[in-house]
């Protein structure tokens, strides 16, 4: 992960690595690249950048105004740990486990607070990928907060493992409502080899495939981590100690 501070264009200098506003692949993007060459005519400055592992200069040109900041460090490896959890896996066991797990043992209260935050967290942080407002609603602050019902099963012997498929199921249901209705326009042709005729069909198609994936991995997990660490899960630690 790279850090970026605002800087004057004018202060800019050839060998400096600047993050600026550009087009790749026929897309509007951020890239972060050093700059060798500048060019002045009548005080509009112009850059020509070129990435430190390739072997040319980047296409597009860019002036001041394209300009957001200069390169200023790094953290490394961190990048990679953000890619990990921007993955499925990363996302299950980062994010949707321990968030699960602190429902089930601090109950139902707590947990729709917990799961609340995070989807206006989870919200900010994605880049809020929606077409409307009700998608918002649905796809972010509802399918997230709604995984707080596995608080309904704190203090059961298997309550993790109860709460996690009513979590599952809750968040599968909303996704479900938002895809046949939201997204319905956006129904495709031919998915999984079948004709689709109904997004009610589809969205249970679509949104069953993943969550149904998810929920059995986390099932896997908690199983193998059951013996070790069980009373954690079960919330018994906490009992003790009250």
Same mark, same amino acid.
């Given at each position: 992960?790279?850090?970026?501070?605002?800087?004057?264009?004018?202060?800019?200098?050839?060998?400096?690595?600047?993050?600026?506003?550009?087009?790749?692949?026929?897309?509007?993007?951020?890239?972060?690249?050093?700059?060798?060459?500048?060019?002045?005519?009548?005080?509009?400055?112009?850059?020509?950048?070129?990435?430190?592992?390739?072997?040319?200069?980047?296409?597009?040109?860019?002036?001041?105004?394209?300009?957001?900041?200069?390169?200023?460090?790094?953290?490394?490896?961190?990048?990679? *740990?953000?890619?990990? %959890?921007?993955?499925?896996?990363?996302? /299950?066991?980062?994010? @949707?486990?321990? =968030?699960? &797990?602190?429902?089930?043992?601090?109950?139902?209260?707590?947990?729709?607070?917990?799961?609340?935050?995070?989807?206006?967290?989870?919200?900010?942080?994605?880049?809020?990928?929606?077409?409307?407002?009700?998608?918002?609603?649905?796809?972010?602050?509802?399918?997230?907060?709604?995984?707080?019902?596995?608080?309904?099963?704190?203090?059961?012997?298997?309550?993790?493992?109860?709460?996690?498929?009513?979590?599952?199921?809750?968040?599968?249901?909303?996704?479900?409502?938002?895809?046949?209705?939201?997204?319905?326009?956006?129904?495709?042709?031919?998915?999984?080899?079948?004709?689709?005729?109904?997004?009610? *069909?589809?969205?249970? %198609?679509?949104?069953?495939?993943?969550? /149904?994936?998810?929920? @059995?991995?986390? =099932?896997? &997990?908690?199983?193998?981590?059951?013996?070790?660490?069980?009373?954690?899960?079960?919330?018994?630690?906490?009992?003790?100690?009250?």
């Amino acid at each position: 992960m790279i850090f970026i501070k605002k800087c004057d264009p004018s202060s800019l200098q050839v060998g400096d690595i600047v993050c600026f506003h550009t087009i790749i692949e026929n897309q509007y993007a951020l890239n972060t690249h050093r700059i060798v060459d500048i060019q002045e005519t009548n005080g509009y400055r112009t850059y020509t950048t070129k990435g430190d592992n390739n072997a040319v200069s980047d296409q597009h040109i860019i002036a001041d105004g394209d300009i957001v900041g200069k390169y200023a460090g790094k953290i490394s490896k961190l990048g990679s *740990f953000m890619d990990f %959890l921007s993955s499925s896996t990363g996302f /299950l066991l980062v994010i @949707v486990l321990p =968030l699960l &797990v602190f429902c089930v043992r601090w109950g139902f209260g707590p947990s729709a607070i917990a799961c609340f935050a995070y989807s206006a967290i989870q919200f900010m942080l994605d880049g809020g990928i929606a077409i409307a407002w009700e998608s918002i609603i649905g796809d972010y602050f509802l399918a997230y907060t709604v995984l707080c019902v596995a608080g309904l099963f704190r203090g059961r012997k298997n309550g993790f493992f109860l709460g996690t498929v009513a979590a599952c199921a809750a968040r599968f249901l909303v996704h479900y409502v938002v895809g046949a209705t939201v997204w319905a326009k956006y129904m495709p042709k031919v998915f999984f080899n079948m004709t689709m005729t109904t997004p009610w *069909f589809y969205s249970a %198609l679509y949104n069953g495939a993943y969550m /149904l994936i998810d929920m @059995v991995a986390i =099932l896997i &997990v908690g199983a193998l981590v059951w013996k070790p660490l069980g009373k954690y899960l079960r919330g018994e630690d906490l009992r003790l100690k009250a």
